[in-house]
Nanobody, 115 residues
Framework: QVQLVESGGGLVQAGGSLRLYCVAS????????VGWYRQAPGKKRDWVAL???????NYVDSVKGRFTISKDNANNTVYLQMNSLEPDDTAVYYC?????????WGHGTQVTVSS
C-alpha cells in the first residue's frame, strides 16, 4: 500500500516562501506522474503543479514563475518550492501520485499566507 505524507506548511507573510515535502512509502510501480493540488476554504480541490512520466513540468497560471515542483526518486520525495506567496495561495496542499493502477493522496498540509 502506498502512503504519502506531506509536511512543510505553515503561516507566512505575503511575499515569503515555503517548501513543501511529500514523502512516499510502499511499492510504487508504473508511475505516470506526481503533483500537488490545493483546496481553499469553500472551493474545490484544484491542481497546482505536475510532473509527467517524461519529466515535463506543468503549472497552473496563477503560480507560474513563483512555484517550482521537483522530485528526488532516490528518496521518494516530491517537493514544492513556493516563493512570493500571496494571500490567495492560502489552502490545504495535497500531494498525489498517479500510477496505471490507482491515484494516491496524502492528507494535506495547511499553508496560510497573511497580508
Amino acid at each position: 500500500q502506498v502512503q504519502l505524507v506531506e509536511s512543510g506548511g505553515g503561516l507566512v507573510q505575503a511575499g515569503g516562501s515555503l517548501r513543501l515535502y511529500c514523502v512516499a512509502s510502499g511499492t510504487i510501480s508504473s508511475l505516470i506522474g506526481v503533483g500537488w493540488y490545493r483546496q481553499a476554504p469553500g472551493k474545490k480541490r484544484d491542481w497546482v503543479a505536475l510532473i509527467g512520466s517524461e519529466g515535463k513540468k506543468n503549472y497552473v497560471d496563477s503560480v507560474k514563475g513563483r512555484f517550482t515542483i521537483s522530485k528526488d526518486n532516490a528518496n521518494n520525495t516530491v517537493y514544492l518550492q513556493m516563493n512570493s506567496l500571496e494571500p490567495d495561495d492560502t489552502a490545504v496542499y495535497y500531494c498525489t501520485i498517479r500510477t496505471d493502477g490507482a491515484d494516491y493522496w496524502g492528507h494535506g498540509t495547511q499553508v496560510t499566507v497573511s497580508s
